[in-house]
Each structure stands twice: as structure tokens, then as C-alpha cells.
């Protein structure tokens, strides 16, 4: 099915209006029909076109004055000149002014149509384009290390040297560490930028599946395989493959891929036919590969092809100054998404953050921030929000010394948590009556969504 545009008609002649209503109506467009230049450009105050076909020569107006007029209102605007043989020259001038493209009367419904469709297939071709630059934009942003730490500035250099090589690289850390960031900022920084950054999740895949995901398959290659498929490889092709959590490949499905990244080639289960793959493979690992190899469970020739270079990223409790760093960076993400105005947290909040071994590492903490910003009930961000959060943090708060006030705040919130905010439990377990409980929870500016 083709695709439906609004096209604007600007012309004078009722009888090339209505030839180009029929033609272009026909193919599924929505047509406006103007018979001056200024009823057109009134047309265009109340709506958005598409396309608009404009005449030159209409009687007591100026076709390049009425382009003027619209370039200047919308210099984005996509304007076509219809123009008769004696005016070339004109829709010449017409196309410096900002004009398209013109077409010359008469003509036939399929020329009308031929232009229309390469005039919009270039309009789509621009928006894909600003929409491709605006997306490697928002991926620069995403990919930004935040870091201030000797480790990893280690890292940083690491993947600058690397990034404009080819050469295939091997992220190793524990779960939560940023491998994936890294793996996209090599990308990022290569010269394969500008193609695709194909992800594969190895833990997620079903292993019965895993060389359909990565080669594809034709139509009846398997049962439930109902049309041909591409692969992963096929997918990334000129630009970058990586393979999240590696190890958990099977042995057999390790020699294909071995296969593949030596010698650039694959083929679609059931199917004879070798394609020719371009791509740069990146891997991570939470997991000790060489004792894989000695445990059997993965291939030691794939090992040493994907070990090329290897970057280690250090677990978030080995930099924990990169931790207030991390905090500010995810509270003004989440801030902005949940459309709240948190500004900061207080000493204490943030001491407690950093004290935290974080063994989910930067995923972990970035988990613990976003709850924090669903829960928060003022700009600053407290120890109490923290308990309130039912962040593990708690343990971490009843270490540090604190004022009498402030245990008797932390020890009534985690109650009322426990009671799911019945005041009535709450009270009878803390040994005191609801009423007072009532006034500490106001003391305190402790708010329970249950009564």
C-alpha cells in the first residue's frame, strides 16, 4: 500500500485542479484544491502539507511572490512549480528562491505522479535522516562515562586506542559494571559509527535458538519457522556485533560462531547459500572464561579469537568517588523523565550511598536512584527517603551513628513499612498508642498511604 500525503494545489485553471485532484486522490492522497494565491495561503495558516503544487502564472498574482510568501512562513515547506513552456526561466528562478522542483504543462497524469512520489521519497529520505542525526545524538549522550576515577580513566584510554581499529575486543566485569557502555562507546568512536550496533543477550536467548538469532533461517528451515528471517550477523553488517554475557553460548553454536568471525561468512539454516558479513565483534563476560575453557564449557580457539584486546571494568565499590558523580548524573535523568523537581540529597543521604558496597554495581545503584526519585516527597532527597524507598541502604544507615531523633524516625518508618502503613499494627508493635503515633508521624513528616 502506498503511502497517503496532504498536497496542497495552488492553481487558477479549474480544469488542471481537478485533473490533479483526480489523479493524485486516486493513489490514496488527501488533496486541497486552492484557486488563488491568497485562498492557498490561507489554507496554509490552517494546515499542514505535504506537498503543495504551485502555478506561476496566475492572473493579478505573482507565482514567485506566493513562493516567496511561503518559503518565509515555512522555509521547510516542499513547493513544486507548475509552469508553462513560455515560463522555464521563471520556474528556473523559482527553484533558487527555494523551489523543489518543477514540472511543465502539459503533462500526464503519470509524470504528475512520478514527480510526486520522488519529490515525497526525498521529503522521507531528509526526515529519516535528521531523525538518524538527532538518534546518534541522544546515543553520544548515552554512552557518556561518567567518571572521575584513576580506574576509569584507565578504561576511557583503553577504549580510545581501540575504537579506531577493527580489532575484536573482549569486556570483562562483574554484572552491573558498564560493559554494554563501554561496548557502544567503542562504536561510537570507530569508524563503523555511522552503520549499525547490533545487541545480542546471550543469557535471554533460548539455546535451541541461538544459531537462528545469529545466522537466520529460511521459510520451512525448522517447525514454526514460517518466513525467512535474518540474522544477527546479516543485521550488523558494517557495523558492530555484541555479544552480552558470551559464555553462555553452547559448545556447538561456539564453533559456528568461531566459524563466522574467521572467516566473514555464514549461511541461514537451510540454506546453502554463503553471504558475505562485514561486522566488528565485541563480547563481555561476568564469568572467568579460562576456567571455563579448563571446565569445559567454552571453546579455548573462540577464546583466543575474541581476546584480541581485553579491557577490564572495575566493580563500583573500587571507585567509590565516581559514586556521588553517578548519583547527581541518574537523579537528573529521572528527575526529568518522572517530572520531578529533585535537586539534590543531603550529606547524610549521599554519605550513605557511597558507604554501600554496591554488588549490583552501577545497574544497581542507577536502580536504587530511580526509587528514590518515585518516592521522594521534597526537592531534597533524605535518609529517610532511603528507608521509605525500602532501599537495602538501611543496613548501611543503622551502622552510622546517628542522633536519638533520627533513629526513632528510621525505626517507625521501617514499622509502618512492615505493617504495609497500618497506623493501628504499627502502633500496637512500637508500644504505644495510635494518637501518638499520629504526632511523631507529624513530628517527623513521616506520610503512610494506609490507615
Not at 544507615?397 to 536519638?404: A, C, D, G, I, V
Not at 508500644?431 to 504526632?439: Q, S, V
Request: some cysteine; overall charge positive; aromatic content about 6%.
Amino acid at each position: 500500500m502506498e503511502a497517503s500525503y496532504n498536497i496542497l494545489v495552488i492553481d487558477d485553471d479549474a480544469f488542471m485542479r481537478d485533473a490533479c485532484n483526480q489523479t493524485l486522490s486516486r493513489h490514496g492522497h488527501s488533496v486541497t484544491l486552492a484557486q488563488s494565491g491568497r485562498k492557498g495561503l490561507e489554507w496554509l495558516q490552517r494546515w499542514s502539507f505535504d506537498l503543495i503544487l504551485l502555478d506561476l502564472k496566475m492572473p493579478d498574482e505573482d507565482g514567485l511572490s506566493i513562493l516567496a510568501t511561503i518559503k518565509e512562513r515555512d522555509p521547510e515547506a516542499i513547493v513544486v512549480i507548475i509552469t508553462g513552456y513560455g515560463t522555464i526561466k521563471t520556474a528556473v528562478k523559482a527553484i533558487k528562491l527555494g523551489a523543489f522542483d518543477f514540472i511543465a504543462k502539459p503533462f500526464t497524469p503519470d509524470e504528475l505522479l512520478k514527480l510526486v512520489n520522488r519529490v515525497l521519497r526525498n521529503r522521507q529520505l531528509a526526515i529519516e535522516n535528521l531523525y538518524l542525526k538527532q538518534r546518534l545524538k541522544q546515543e553520544s549522550r548515552d554512552t557518556e562515562i561518567i567518571s572521575k576515577s584513576l580506574a576509569m580513566d584507565k578504561v576511557q584510554e583503553m577504549i580510545a586506542m581501540v575504537a579506531p581499529t577493527d580489532s575484536t575486543v573482549l569486556l570483562q566485569g562483574e554484572s552491573g559494571t558498564g560493559k554494554g557502555l563501554a561496548a557502544r562507546k567503542i562504536h561510537e568512536m570507530s569508524e563503523r559509527h555511522e552503520h549499525t550496533f547490533i545487541s545480542v543477550d546471550c543469557g535471554s536467548l533460548v539455546k535451541t535458538l541461538f544459531e537462528s538469532e545469529l545466522f537466520g533461517h529460511v521459510k520451512g528451515a525448522f517447525t514454526g519457522a514460517d518466513a525467512t528471517q535474518r540474522g544477527k550477523f546479516e543485521m550488523a553488517h558494517g557495523g558492530t556485533l555484541f555479544f552480552d554475557e558470551i559464555s553462555n553460548i553452547n559448545l556447538e553454536v561456539q564453533a559456528k560462531l568461531l566459524k563466522a568471525v574467521e572467516e566473514k561468512r555464514i549461511s541461514k539454516i537451510g540454506d546453502h547459500k554463503v553471504v558475505k558479513v562485514d561486522v566488528r565483534i565485541i563480547s563481555a563476560t561476568n564469568r572467568n572464561l579460562q576456567r571455563a575453557i579448563a571446565d569445559g564449557l567454552f571453546r579455548e580457539d573462540l577464546f583466543f579469537r575474541l581476546n584480541v584486546v581485553s579491557i577490564h571494568l572495575p566493580p563500583l565499590r573500587e571507585r567509590k568517588e565516581d559514586i556521588p558523580l553517578l548519583v547527581n548524573h541518574f537523579l537528573a535523568d529521572f528527575s526529568r523523565k518522572q517530572g520531578k523537581p529533585i535537586e539534590d540529597l543531603s550529606p547524610d543521604a549521599m554519605k550513605a550511598l557511597t558507604a554501600y558496597s554496591w554488588p549490583g554495581n552501577v545497574r544497581e545503584l542507577e536502580n536504587t536512584v530511580e526509587r528514590l526519585v518515585v518516592f521522594a516527597r521534597n526537592k531534597t532527597i533524605t535518609t529517610q527517603d532511603l528507608v521509605y524507598s525500602n532501599t537495602v541502604l538501611s543496613s548501611v544507615l543503622t551502622r552510622e551513628p546517628l542522633r536519638l531523633e533520627e533513629m526513632e524516625r528510621l525505626h517507625i518508618m521501617k514499622v509502618l513499612q512492615r505493617t504495609e502503613g497500618n497506623k493501628s499494627r504499627a502502633a500496637r508493635l512500637l508500644g504505644i498508642d495510635r494518637k501518638t503515633l499520629r504526632t511523631k508521624m507529624k513530628k517527623y513528616q513521616i506520610q503512610s498511604a494506609s490507615a
